[in-house]
């Protein structure tokens, strides 16, 4: 993940858990969102479907026992007494109820498009009961109708205009639409409906709540797994780092950590030991054998040089310094070639050495000419020997000068 590299895993860690978590709990609050609209909107249409049914039952036992009264008062007529029972019911509540029919006899009972539309269905008989959530001027309301058909109680007022009461006849004159129903027929509708705004309006407030108690949930999740981390993985792995950065500029591998824990952490903590230990080990043993060297070449009756294949200078004893008539401290750092007549050929075996595996000067006894600091030159025997040190090759030449030369010593 490039994006991250540059982050702590801390960071790294909260943002993308953060992300995941965020995004479950909008999930979850998605699906719990639509669930409670779908419960609300079921809860809705079963208000609907009872209080239809009330006004369906009254109007029906008003039609079948209220008979010849309404001719004295006409607040007894099936449709209008039913009319003020449903508006006492529906009275504080959001519900709003209306008996509606395409054949009407009140223009205060003419149905809207979507009633007509509903009654329209209902008159096919495809069924009886039909609701919708529907949008009227940016408003969404839930719509629900009921159909009311026709007994034979109802006839008596719907049948036909010579069997209505006189009443009705006054009224609705002879040739209306509201006469020539049959048992049977659909001849209006209970009509429902409930602005959806109010009904939604507590799963808001729910999602409100919802997403409140999501975030502290976040945030402690967040606090606590974050702390852990801390903790169990950032901080002894961050000790970890420390204690190598101070190993690789020390060079003192004495530091060991304690280890607290069995996994992985302790594991990583138990291998930093074992590498210390390991190293601490190989270099009491060079520095051991490096001594034993320098002793045994400072006893050696021979000029002895060790240098590295550029010709440094790394280690000399007592007579090299005496025939090159310099302190150990001089001559330490300087190039062997230097001081050797013909340095290049030198060189040149060196290279050889490396690219073909072995070289004439190496390994065998050549006649050299030597030259001290101040530009004297002695004729040596020089032997060459090649020895691996920490992956790098140390060359060490042995000399002898020989008495008779022109300068010897
Ligand atoms: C006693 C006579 C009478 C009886 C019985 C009667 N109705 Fe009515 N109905 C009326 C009158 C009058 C109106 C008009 C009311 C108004 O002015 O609001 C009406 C209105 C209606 C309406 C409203 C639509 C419109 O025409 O304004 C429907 C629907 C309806 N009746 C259905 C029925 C059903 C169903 C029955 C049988 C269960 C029934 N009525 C029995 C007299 C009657």
Redesign the pocket.
Known sequence: MKPFTSLSVNTTFNMISTLLLVMLFLALAYNNYRREQALILNGAVDNARTISRQIIVT??Y???H??TE??SN?N?????AS?QIARQLTSGSNFSVR???L????P??RPDPFETEQLKLFMQKRNHESWQVTTEQGKKSLRYLLA????S??L???GSYDA??A??QA??ARGHF?YGYQVGEV???ISVSVPMEGLYRQIGTNLKHDIIYDACVLIAFLAITGAIMRKAILTPVKDVAVHISDVAKTGNFSQRLERTSTNEIGQLVGSFNELMEELDRKTRQRVESEERYRNFIEIAQSPIISFMADGKIVISNQKAEKLFGLSKEELLGLSIFDFMEDGENLRRAIEAYFSAGSSDLIGTTTLQKVRDVCGRLFDAEMVISVSQSDQTQIFSAILRTIKNGSAAR
């Open positions: 109007r029906d008003l039609s079948n209220v008979t309404p001719e006409y007894l007529v099936p449709q209008v009319t008996q509606v029919s054949r009407y006899r009140n205060g009972n009311m058909v026709a007994d109680s109802c008596a007022c719907h209505a009461p009443f009705v009224r609705f509201s001849i209006g509708a």
